[in-house]
């Protein structure tokens, strides 16, 4: 059975920084982090593959960066320089597909996560 547990959002002021992780169990995936703030539609922010290469919306670029554990099957968002309008639940998902490209599309994960609150005051 996999699960995803996703962790580390809270309240931050603009310009500061959060750690986001997500703790996988029950298979090895291509990792993803999403966001959704209210009233609008989910968006890719990041993902990860097994070996490391990574990808980046570019609204997260140059200020957050994902990485892995394969060791502890943990997936992190590093955010740094965040704002306002990053304020949004953040949701990391698991997915089996092979494509790098594809990883930026919701629809090519199989598991998703809880979801995590991040709140950035101006």
């Known amino acids: 059975q996999v699960q995803l547990v996703d962790s580390g959002g809270g309240l931050v002021q603009a310009g500061g920084s959060l750690r986001l992780s997500c703790a996988v169990s029950g298979g090895t995936f291509s990792m993803g982090w999403f966001r959704q703030a209210p009233g609008k539609e989910r968006e890719f922010v990041a993902a990860v593959r097994w070996s490391g290469v990574a990808i980046y919306a570019n609204s997260a670029k140059g200020r957050f960066t994902i990485s892995r554990d394969n060791a502890k099957n943990t997936v992190y968002l590093q955010m740094n320089s965040l704002k306002p309008e990053d304020t949004a639940v953040y949701y990391c998902?698991?997915?089996?597909?092979?494509?790098?490209?594809?990883?930026?599309?919701?629809?090519?994960?199989?598991?998703w996560g809880q979801g995590t609150q991040v709140t950035v005051s101006s």
């Open positions: 998902a698991a997915s089996k597909s092979y494509s790098t490209g594809s990883l930026s599309y919701g629809d090519a994960y199989d598991y």
